[in-house]
């Protein structure tokens, strides 16, 4: 029993430093400057702009926040009028409710 106790240890202490491993190289990665190497496995070949899914979360992985909302409600045609007929019925309930 002692031994599996050992054992189970090990393997704790090897995930989490694989974990902390995987993290420091992708935060080295996604912070090289685009064009350059340090991408790919093992840290070759790779580099060039990267459209990935990642590029969109934080170190902490949830999305990352913009720095200005510019361009947040850039709505246009219908979609424009739809929200404008929501608003409206959203504005008269909360007054109908007061």
């Not at 070949?45 to 170190?59: C, E, K, L, Q, V």
């Amino acid at each position: 029993m002692e031994e599996e106790g050992i054992q189970l240890f090990v393997v704790l202490v090897l995930l989490i430093a694989a974990y902390f491993g995987v993290m420091a190289w992708t935060r080295r990665v996604n912070s090289s400057p685009p064009g350059e190497g340090g991408g790919g496995f093992f840290g070759g070949g790779g580099g060039g702009t990267s459209n990935s899914a990642m590029d969109d979360i934080d170190d902490m992985g949830g999305p990352k926040k913009k720095k200005s909302n510019k361009g947040r409600f850039e709505l246009k045609g219908r979609d424009a009028e739809i929200a404008a007929k929501v608003l409206k019925r959203m504005l008269k309930q909360d007054s109908d409710s007061q």
